[in-house]
Every structure is written in structure tokens, then in C-alpha cells.
């Protein structure tokens, strides 16, 4: 006998799971545009999208829906979805998030306990171990848990949520960035001297500092991702 609408011998999947899955195909498809996977322009399939996912039509034009929100891509009449992340607009968000973070080093350079500061040092030293070690993924979270600390150490909220849609990087661009022997060296001078002005309360440098290393770093994605790929 079949089983009809009123059949509960399979339960209603819960609703946690389906948010989970359109948030991983949103991100899945947000880092894939950031990455420079798509080409500015370039029209993307939403059946071939979801075969290459191995997920249903649903989740990806959930996940559309809310990168065109962001400005990632474009929904035109006859022409479908285009991609509209270019070169221009990766420069306008590491401006943006060069201006968020040195704002947050800031207030943390007011704000930071001894106990933090104890914290962030520590993490300098291990980034510092890890640098000398050229152990990429051991660099990204360390880079990870130093962003975070100095996110925790301002006690921003209003900030920290804004910064939240600045984050371009994947950890695939991350790898490549820190493969480079001197883009680790750089990263970590860099990194030493945020922390420094941070620990001793001198919030004027840790803006100062905080803000030319995310310029820096950003131009070195951009390098990565538009640059090189204009050079073939």
C-alpha cells in the first residue's frame, strides 16, 4: 500500500538542515565568485549549478537570490543571471574592510585586557613559529584567530557585523598568499607591529598599521585573482 499525504512513517526533515544546506551553497558560490572562478559577465547556469553542487535547483536560486542582495550578481530579463564581482568592485571592498578593521584595532587598543593582550602576544608567537615552519594552513587560522581576538579585544558590535560581509578571501587565495615566502615574512612583520600598538595602548598606530597591512594584503589578492589573469 502506498504511502499518501497523511503517511508519517518518514519524518518532516527538520527545518535547521534545510537553512544549513542554503547557507552552504551561498557560501559555496559566494567564495567561488570571490575567488575569481567566474568571469565578470559570465552567465551562470542554475541547472548546471546544481548539478555541479549535487543539491536541487532550490538552494541555488535561494543562494542567487541573496548575492544579487549583495550586489554579486544580476538577474536580467532574456539573459538569466551574470556575474558583476570584477576587479573594481574587490578594490571598493578591501577599501571597505581596511576602513572597518583599522576602525575596530582602534577601539581595541583602548579596550584590550591584560588578559587579551596576553593572548594575542601568544598568537603572534605561534604565527611567528608557524612562518619559519611555511606551514600555509597552520597560517591561515592563526590569521583567523588574530582577526578574532582584536574583533573580541574592541568590544565592537556594530562594526563586527559590518565587517562580516567584507570577507573576500577563501582558503584557497589564503594558501596561495601564504605559500609565498615573502608574503609570510610581510604578513608577519605586519602582524607583529598591529599587535604591538594594540598591547601598549597606542591606538593611533594600531589604525595606522592595521590599515596599510589589509591594503597591502589586498592588493596582493587582487594580483592573484585580476592581474595574472589579464597577463595570459
Known sequence: ME???GDDRI????PRFLTTLRD?????LRAAILSGRF????????????????????PIKEALRQLETEGLVETLPRRGVLIRFNAGWAEEMILARAALESMIAHLAAKRITQEEAGKLSDTVASMKAATANGVADDLIALNETFHEQIHIASRCQYLSRMIERQQFYDASIRRVIHSDNKERDKALAEHTAIAAAIVSNDSDRAERVMRDHVVRSGETYLNI????????
Open 3 to 5: 504511502g499518501g499525504a
Open 24 to 28: 552552504h551553497v551561498h557560501k559555496t
Open 11 to 14: 519524518e518532516k526533515i527538520d
Open 39 to 58: 568571469r565578470a559577465d559570465e552567465r551562470v547556469n542554475e541547472r548546471q549549478l546544481a548539478e555541479q553542487l549535487g543539491v536541487s535547483t532550490t
Open 225 to 232: 585573482v585580476f592581474r595574472k589573469k589579464e597577463d595570459i
